[in-house]
């Protein structure tokens, strides 16, 4: 029986994926564990083993094409094996996993089956893969069909008819009308432009981040630091690094260890808000914020608490790399309970970054800058000065306690050699 090649479930947060190419051409050999196809989630770009060894064949997704997690994009047929289509032909919908739930609270049609309604606005809408392909070409809405399905899944039935249906019933969206009514205007003020297309990832970042500002209280507290102990203690902690060639730290490496540090110092700063409780992490996982082509991603430095400045150091070095590869695994960025953001590299001298939920803070790092400060006998000294400015979800994290974190983080920025001997004024375990 040949081996059924279906969309897999990579990412917690994924409910369909994008077929980006195949390796493999239908027809041609593959063995069990070579890389048959690529796809792009929201977050990243991976590969996909082929389950079985045999001859490709009846591949039914194409690349570009949007595949729910579990739908049938193609068969293996071991050798010998005779290559027929498989239940009639690859073009099936994929099998319901359970029986429609008889819901007494929706109406039923004359022949007894249950009515589903088109979904209501902001509603996700539930189609088979093939359905949504064909929908795709033949320009049909499915928030405007009523699917007749299992559980009001919208099949290819379902878009054939609304297909054929003379005046369309397919109501733009609002993406649609705003986009519509932005080009009207550029039109009318004869504005040249391109409209480049959103890929999921633009669209995930712009949905995550929406959400976050829209339901997530920020507010905002800042601080200087001095720079000038850290630069110092990085130079140092290099040179030693050279003469035995095992690579150097930089001072975001230092600044995520003492975010950790901080976060086992003030541990209820170290936590999520849950609806209706407060989820507190025992480990301090920092989200660093790495560009990558279309987007940005934001790989998670596990129990960095843990760890030392160097192995910090080589972990983000290897996250980046392959965040900026698309070759992330999905445990790979999630799971984070802090993140940072540095963009003092391009200059920018403060910022407030958007808070990346689940998380219920981001220490937004600008550009350290040479300036005069007062000396303890009043005279000016120069300095090298470093702002931040740090978000916090105001549901888990009050004014107090972020403030609390971020004097205890500047603490340790202004007292390297803390972070080396990983010494905060929490509990002795950081667990306070």
């Given at each position: ?222 601080a200087d630091c001095r720079l000038d102990k850290l630069l110092a203690f990085r130079k140092e902690v290099n040179e030693a690094l050279a003469a035995s060639d095992s690579g150097k730290i930089s001072i975001n490496d230092l600044l995520v260890k003492a975010s950790a540090l901080a976060l086992c110092a003030v541990p209820k700063a170290n936590a999520s808000w849950a609806g ?157």
């Amino acid at each position: 029986m040949p081996t059924e090649v279906i969309m897999p479930k990579v990412d917690m947060d994924m409910d369909a994926g994008t077929i980006a190419a195949w390796h493999v051409q239908e027809g041609e050999q593959v063995e069990k564990g070579a890389a048959l196809f690529d796809i792009e989630t929201d977050k990243a770009a991976m590969e996909v083993e082929s389950p079985a060894s045999g001859a490709l064949h009846y591949v039914s997704a194409q690349p570009g094409d949007i595949v729910q997690i579990g739908g049938r994009v193609a068969w293996i047929f071991a050798e010998g094996e005779a290559v027929e289509p498989p239940e009639n032909g690859s073009q099936q919908e994929p099998a319901e996993t359970s029986a429609p739930k008889q819901d007494s609270g929706i109406p039923a049609t004359p022949n007894g089956a249950p009515k589903h309604l088109p979904a209501a606005a902001g509603e996700k809408t539930h189609a088979t893969p093939l359905a949504r392909r064909m929908a795709r070409t033949s320009g049909v809405d499915l928030s405007s069909i009523a699917g007749s399905g299992p559980r009001g899944r919208i099949t290819r039935k379902d878009v054939e008819a609304a297909a054929a249906t003379p005046v369309s019933t397919a109501a733009p969206t609002d993406a649609d009308r705003q986009a519509d009514a932005s080009r009207a205007r550029l039109d009318a003020l004869g504005i040249v432009y391109d409209a480049v297309g959103v890929d999921r990832m633009r669209a995930r970042i712009a949905e995550r981040l929406t959400t976050s500002k829209a339901t997530v209280p920020h507010f905002y507290l800042e601080a200087d630091c001095r720079l000038d102990k850290l630069l110092a203690f990085r130079k140092e902690v290099n040179e030693a690094l050279a003469a035995s060639d095992s690579g150097k730290i930089s001072i975001n490496d230092l600044l995520v260890k003492a975010s950790a540090l901080a976060l086992c110092a003030v541990p209820k700063a170290n936590a999520s808000w849950a609806g209706d409780e407060i989820l507190r992490y025992r480990d301090a996982n920092v989200s660093v914020a790495v560009s990558v082509d279309g987007g940005l991603m934001t790989p998670v430095v596990r129990q960095a608490q843990t760890k030392s400045i160097l192995a910090i150091s080589r972990e983000i070095a290897d996250l980046a790399e392959r965040a900026k590869k698309g070759k992330l695994a999905s445990h790979d960025y999630q799971g984070g309970s802090f993140s940072i953001s540095n963009l003092g590299m391009f200059g920018v001298k403060a910022f407030s970054a958007i808070i990346n939920p689940p998380e219920s803070m981001i220490l937004a790092v600008g550009k350290a800058n040479r300036q005069f400060v007062e000396a303890d006998d009043g005279s000016p000294v120069a300095a090298t000065i470093l702002s931040v400015r740090l978000s916090c979800d105001h549901r888990v994290v009050d004014g107090v306690l972020g403030a609390q974190w971020l004097s205890e983080w500047q603490r340790l920025v202004e007292n390297p050699f803390l972070l080396a001997l990983g010494e905060t004024q929490g509990s002795p375990d950081g667990r306070a």
